[in-house]
């Protein structure tokens, strides 16, 4: 474990003042071989300063290192591995865990790419076009809205196991689905809405929906973010929001980058997959997720559109990391 400096100055006066290492583990909650590990360390060099590493020699020149970096440039989907057996081919002796250290001093990751829908130019030049009108709108008067849907069984979560007795999830083939309606507005008082169903939400579905939960909550000062599902669009729900005054406004294709709301259902799935959940207490515990994500949350998420809106116009129109 590494300490800090202070961390090491409170264990070198409590060591003098007469503490004992078992003493000194309990008050400051750190591990006794740690204490005894960096007291010993202090001790010995008269000082809480880590000692100075001696110069070590790189294993490799600047000419191998280029032709390592030039490897995953040409071909990114090179192993570890593979890109020993190449080395080896040109007789380069480099070990696997020196590449690896390579690749990560020059900022490279071997890890999944992040799966993005594929932008036209069409539907870049509409969200560079959408990010200019609305540069300077207040968005703490808008309402973000959206969908999402949480399986029981595909939660994914870490658990600590044996190597020799590893552990076995059993699955079942359909597991249990919930469907999620939920909105933020970071100017209200109650800054989150959700909305819990096990129904295929058609336009019919939808304005039951936000009749029942939307309307109590929604203020007409409001405007509401939909994006542009058939059903959101449909004439039977123009007509509602119409008919109840409440104002929308226009929202680019393709661009679930530019939603606030997004985080709140990465939030919920994160805090469902440390929970226990079974057929019982499901829909409880969707709840208790979404009641985590607190309203310091909600308002840097909206104040965050600014940034967004820069970024797509920086970027053209193309995605942005959000």
Known sequence: MQLTIKQKYIIKTLYDEGYTIIKISKKLNINKKTVSYWLTKIIDLNTVERKP????????????DKQIIDMVKNNNKLSLVEINGLLKDNEIYISIMTISRRLKEYNFIYAYPINKPKLTEKHKKIRLEWAIKYWKVNWNF????????VWMDRLKRKYWMSKEEPMVKRTIKHPIKKQLWGCICSNKEQKKLLHIFDYYLNGEKYKNLLKNNFLPYY????????DNDSKHKCKLISNFLSENNIQIFDWP???????????????VKFYLSKMDVNNENYEEKIMEAWNKINDMYIINLINSMYERLECII????????Y
Do not use: V
């Open 219 to 226: 203020d007409k000062k409001y405007t509401l973010q939909h």
């Open 314 to 321: 920086n970027n053209n129109g193309d995605y942005i990391d």
């Open 142 to 149: 808008y309402i973000f809205s959206d969908e999402a849907s």
């Open 253 to 267: 294709s393709m661009s679930p980058d530019l939603n606030p709301i997004e985080h709140c259902w990465f939030l």
């Open 53 to 64: 590493r001696a110069n070590i020699k790189k294993k490799t020149t600047k000419e191998e």
